[in-house]
């Protein structure tokens, strides 16, 4: 700061406090040196001393946004009240950062009267910010009104539907301009990818993946860090974890959020073995763990049922690397105790905790106590999730299907007699298939799919072939119970048995089935398939809203254990 007062000092003493060449260096120093006082001190000299010229606001504005927004406003109020020109840097910036009271939509109407409007700079600020902001609708009718649009106008759309929810549109943008707009110059950019790829990940499309992963190498972009983990990222949740595996070793470099994907990867995939060993190789890589990467260690003990590796996990947290457990990290120790049916350890580990449990973890804690049929510690978990947070629909779901179980239905009308009351409607079962790059959705118990008759009856004949081969249908267990969604009755199949049907009688080359299901699959869904798998000679790979299960030869990946 000192030498910003000397600098301003000279400049006073040698008569060249007004010279707007002098000036406009003096404020290029301040940037230099970046604070929130030198921003504050380099606002006033220019709001003392107003220069004709955009440029030294663009600095001083860039320099306050981000210490000081409100001030960065002001003085982009004052060089318009004064009637300092703007040029094409100052709307982007502004837009760019948000500033508070100069929103897109106070902006427009100056840009437009400004003449800005046809500016491919300010379009595509605009439409960043628009998107940003939650307008996407304007956001794209600006996109389509655009006489001439380059490759950042393409890669701002494509971020904003990624980031808004929108994969689907994000992904068939980013194929549009690779086919139909000459105008799109053949290079692309990193983080156009990294929202592409983002997009591919939630929708779980495998065949459009491998589709961008060529595209990525044809375009000679490298597998760096961020490329390079977001694309294991992809591969793992649209269910091929090999692929996955295949560009972490391809990679010539990796950072903990690198091996953090992989380990997720492997775990939700069930080699929680391989993943401890990919947990164990980072550290001796000489990277230092952080509490993602022990989360995903711990969700690899918790779905391989590794109780033993789990506490040493858990206490090496603190011993080795000074880590503190936060409230996911005992949630994941809570499930690993449930699943295993260490019920009372884990409540007692619970109550031990030295941070407040919240009802996320008393949740984990009733599930484990219903799968495990404990009525009295799934009463006493269900208090404790009610006094935090009363209006949550699945832990009524579970408790009613305890009760269900053990012929209590006293007590299971009970239930969903509150859980109408408290107005807690169920999210429907959705499966989803990709074929060619075609979206076909299943929902339980909804007939609008066109070809809803023939599978309704080839599903059918699917159960009765698979019945000969010993699966007996089963929706009373409760022992493995943790349906999320309504039992299965003659109309309403759940999702993930249509899905796989659909593939088996219009597409019965493929070798591979995989489905993204919504909800966890529930007992006898799971038995469906493992049958399907053997009898009809397919791999399935459903994943559900937990993890993958990988159906092959009459058994699955999780080993029964989800
Ligand atoms: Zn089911
Ligand atoms: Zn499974």
């Known amino acids: 700061m000192n030498r910003v007062y000397n600098l301003h000092a000279t400049l006073i003493k040698t008569g060249q406090h007004n010279n707007p060449l002098s000036l406009r260096t003096f404020f290029l120093r301040c940037a230099e040196l970046p604070s929130a006082d030198t921003a504050s001190y380099a606002a006033a000299v220019l709001l003392r001393f107003p220069i004709p010229d955009p440029t030294p ?242 969700v690899a003990c918790s779905h391989g049922g590794l109780v033993e590796d789990g506490w040493r996990v858990f206490e090496s947290m603190r011993s080795e690397y000074g880590v503190y457990p936060m409230l996911e990290h005992y949630g994941c120790m809570v499930d690993l105790l449930g699943r295993a049916g260490m019920l009372l350890e884990a409540f007692k580990f619970v109550e031990d905790m030295p941070i407040k449990p919240n009802s996320v973890i008393w949740r984990t804690l009733l599930g484990a106590c219903v799968n495990h049929n404990d009525l009295v510690l799934a009463e006493k978990a269900k208090e404790r999730v009610n006094e935090l947070d009363p209006h949550h629909d699945g832990d009524y779901v579970l408790l009613s299907n305890a009760y269900g179980g053990v012929g209590n239905w006293g007590g299971k009308a009970g239930v969903r007699n509150s859980m109408r009351e408290n107005r807690i409607v169920k999210e429907p079962g959705l499966s989803v298939v990709h074929i060619d790059q075609v979206v076909h959705e299943f929902v339980s118990g909804d007939n609008s799919h066109p070809q809803w008759e023939e599978i309704m009856k080839f599903l059918v004949s699917v159960v009765d072939t698979i019945k000969l081969g010993g699966y007996a249908p089963n929706t009373s267990s409760v022992l493995h119970d943790i349906q999320e969604e309504e039992k299965e009755h003659s109309l309403g199949y759940h999702s993930e048995k249509l899905a796989v049907a659909f593939v088996l009688l219009y597409h019965r080359d493929r070798k591979a089935i995989r489905v993204i299901k919504n909800l966890r699959i529930c007992y006898d869904c799971h038995s469906f398939m493992k049958h399907v798998s053997g009898i009809f000679d397919k791999d399935i790979i459903i994943r559900d809203r937990n993890r993958f299960h990988h159906f092959s030869k009459g058994s699955c990946s999780c080993g029964d254990f989800w």
């Open 57 to 298: 606001y663009n600095t001083v504005i860039r320099h306050l946004a981000l210490h000081s927004p409100t001030l960065a406003t002001t003085l982009f109020s004052h060089m318009h009240r004064t009637g300092v020109p703007v040029d094409h840097f100052t709307f982007p910036l502004i837009l760019r950062h948000s500033l508070p009271r100069l929103k897109p939509h106070h902006l427009h109407p100056l840009i437009l009267k400004l003449g800005f409007a046809s500016n491919i700079f300010v379009q595509n600020a605009l439409i960043n910010a628009y998107g940003s902001s939650g307008s996407l609708n304007l956001a794209v009718h600006l996109f389509d009104e655009m006489p001439q649009r380059d490759l950042a106008s393409w890669s701002t759309l494509i971020v904003c539907f990624t980031n808004n929810g929108y994969p689907a549109e994000a992904l068939s943008l980013f194929q549009q301009m690779q086919l139909g707009d000459p105008q799109v110059p053949e290079s692309t950019d990193g983080v156009m990818m990294l929202s592409v790829i983002s997009a591919v990940s939630s929708l779980g499309a495998l065949e459009l993946g491998i589709w961008v992963h060529a595209y990525i190498r044809r375009a000679g972009l490298g597998l760096t860090v961020p490329l390079g983990t977001a694309l294991i990222n992809m591969y793992s949740r649209c269910g091929s974890i090999d692929r996955s595996v295949k560009v972490f070793e391809e990679m010539p470099h990796r950072n903990v959020v690198t091996w953090t994907s992989l380990i997720t990867g492997l775990a939700v995939h069930g080699r929680s073995r391989e993943a401890l060993r990919a947990f164990r190789d980072m550290r001796e890589a000489g990277l230092r763990p952080d509490g993602a990467a022990y989360t995903a260690a711990l």
